[in-house]
């Protein structure tokens, strides 16, 4: 059974820095892409930032572009969202997802409904 579960969110000021992790198990984890999702109270989810199997690309929503950094290590099956200069618009529930087969070397797959298995959430709140 895979399982991805998220952790490291939770309260900050405006300013400040947050990592996100989430730990992949029941699957070969170097087969998938990996993202990132968030959904804000009353919004649709929506796309942050995604990386390939092999880690050599990355794609990032406009929003986050700069500011946030996705980074995997496939030996600790494990995906990072690393979150600087967070502003109160990026409080929201943040997800990771795992697109297993996706072998395109260049693009990371940033639709959501590519992705085949999901974790339950992290909450980040940034306050003003």
């Known amino acids: 059974q895979v399982q991805l579960v998220e952790s490291g969110g939770g309260l900050v000021q405006a300013g400040g820095s947050l990592r996100l992790s989430c730990a992949v198990s029941?699957?070969?984890?170097?087969?998938?892409?990996m993202g990132w999702f968030r959904q804000a109270p009353g919004k649709e989810r929506e796309f942050v930032a995604a990386?390939?199997?092999?880690?050599?690309?990355?794609s990032y929503a406009d929003s986050v572009k700069g500011r946030f950094t996705i980074s995997r290590d496939n030996a600790k099956n494990t995906v990072y969202l690393q979150m600087n200069s967070l502003k109160p618009e990026d409080t929201a529930v943040y997800y990771c997802a795992a697109d297993f087969g996706y072998y395109d070397p260049t693009n990371p797959p940033t639709n959501g409904a590519m992705y085949d298995y999901w974790g339950q959430g992290t909450q980040v709140t940034v306050s003003s």
């Open positions: 029941g699957r070969t984890f170097k087969s998938a892409a």
């Open positions: 990386i390939t199997w092999s880690g050599r690309s990355t």
